[in-house]
């Protein structure tokens, strides 16, 4: 028995994905966060603009996700602020346009997931872990194609890099939950040639 669990790796997990590049659905996915103010309040956003792309190999060692998120594309539910925060005293979108994550490996089974990979913001890259929980697969009664879907979670210390604005008023963990929908490669079923 220990024999068996010994040679068992969860890298080696075949994974419930068929191989290919998923597309995502934009339509189904999002980039939520959250950040205390002043200690005492969390304030909630989002970013709107997203692109994603995964692929699946035959195991875990060959699945690679990357995605780039616009900052400009913030949405906090309150225009001033988000104003205010794509500004030079903020994130400076001007010099920081984007948010980008590729994965350099993924790990676990079943429903639990971690993806570790790279983080960029800036001219500045930092190790990122996230938690995923795998929602499943389905056949999509609208588009006839098979969708599976996920949520990840994690948190970004901002003064990693060097968004250490607003201190005292913000905190500097940014806690990310990530809502993502991909769509199986090739032909929707049923329509086969």
Do not use: C
């Not at 597309?23 to 989002?46: Q, Y």
């Not at 205010?84 to 429903?111: I, N, Q, W, Y």
């Not at 607003?166 to 809502?179: E, I, N, P, R």
Request: glycine share 10%; charged share 25%; proline share 5%.
């Amino acid at each position: 028995m220990t024999q068996d669990n010994a040679s068992h790796t969860p890298t080696a997990t075949t994974l419930p994905l068929s191989s290919g590049d998923w597309e995502l659905d934009p339509l189904h996915s999002a980039v939520n966060f959250t950040i205390r103010h002043l200690g005492i309040a969390k304030v909630r956003g989002r970013f709107t603009k997203i692109e994603a792309e995964l692929y699946v190999g035959e195991t875990a060692d060959d699945v690679r996700v990357s995605a780039e998120i616009a900052l400009t594309s913030i949405d906090t539910g309150n225009p001033d602020r988000d104003a205010h925060t794509r500004s030079a005293d903020l994130l400076d979108v001007e010099k920081r346009p984007t948010m980008a994550f590729r994965s350099t490996r993924v790990s676990g089974e079943g429903e639990d997931w971690t993806m570790e990979g790279d983080l960029t913001i800036g001219d500045v890259t930092r190790p990122l872990t996230l938690a995923v929980d795998f929602g499943g697969v389905v056949d999509s009664p609208v588009d006839q194609r098979r969708h599976a879907g996920f949520e990840a979670t994690g948190e970004i210390r901002r003064s990693d890099f060097g968004l250490d604005f607003g201190a005292g008023f913000l905190g500097d963990v940014v806690k990310v939950q990530l809502d993502m929908q991909f769509v199986e490669p090739g032909e929707p079923q049923g329509q086969g040639g």
